[in-house]
């Protein structure tokens, strides 16, 4: 159980472009669900944490109107990449919180290259 | 705020050999929770093991175990039987519910493990 899954796994967009990244929780409701940000051999970077039927709140240096998260419903977050640049290039990584377990679950991730 | 420190980026071990990865942590709660996430090359992030800060027992799951050292802030992984499988990033982190369920990561150790 607890499994979060990603779509895309992998994607090339033009920069300038916008970048849609769902993250969906498939057995369990997740009220809430954060977004991470990591580079090669580096540490998961919190993004935002986004809580069902409310506005994300974000990380001190991440840039909201770049990064637009949607969480509509319990099961589903999308992280939108707006106006891609090569320097959003990186993995990013959502997972799903079961308050009862004290416990985050992590989604596969999404590679995101910008030309 | 809270800090998770691991002080060594690179380790390796022979297989069948145990090894101890180190992590350390500042807080001044009292009640909290203490995780060691896998990393392996495809990226996606595993629980290993966690631990409840109000229960002394050290947590143990299969061939890993930990060593909660609470007064020391010190947070140990230790596999044992170390098999190719164990070859990934290992990541240490720290969560307060009541600072919204955030998981505060260490820097991670890439642990090698060779035949």
């Known amino acids: 159980g607890a499994v979060v899954s990603q779509h895309p796994s992998r994607v090339i967009c033009k920069s300038g472009t916008s970048v849609k990244i769902e993250c969906r929780s498939l057995d369990f409701q997740a009220t809430t669900m954060f977004w991470y940000r990591q580079f090669p051999k580096q540490s998961l970077m919190l993004m935002a944490t986004?809580?069902?039927?409310?506005?994300?709140?974000?990380e001190q240096g991440v840039e909201k109107d770049k990064f637009l998260i949607n969480h509509a419903s319990l099961t589903l977050s999308t992280l939108t990449v707006t106006s891609a640049h090569p320097e959003d290039s990186s993995f990013y990584i959502c997972?799903?919180?079961?308050?009862?377990?004290?416990?985050?679950?992590f989604g596969p991730g999404t590679r995101l290259t910008v030309l | 705020a809270q800090t998770v420190t691991q002080s060594q980026p690179e380790m390796s071990v022979q297989e069948a050999e145990t090894v101890t990865l180190s992590c350390t942590y500042d807080?001044?709660?009292?009640?909290?929770?203490l995780f060691w996430y896998k990393q392996p090359p495809s990226r996606q992030m595993i629980l290993v093991i966690r631990?409840?800060?109000?229960?002394?027992q050290n947590a143990t799951e299969n061939r890993f175990s930990v060593n909660f050292q609470k007064a020391a802030k010190s947070f140990s992984l230790k596999i044992s039987d170390s098999q190719l499988g164990d070859t990934a990033m290992y990541f240490c982190a720290f969560m307060k519910p009541e600072y919204g369920n955030k998981l505060v990561f260490g820097a991670g150790t890439i642990l090698r493990v060779k035949s």
């Open positions: 807080t001044s709660e009292s009640n909290y929770y």
């Open positions: 631990q409840e800060a109000y229960k002394q």
């Open positions: 986004s809580n069902e039927g409310s506005k994300a709140t974000y």
């Open positions: 997972s799903g919180y079961i308050g009862g377990l004290n416990e985050q679950f």
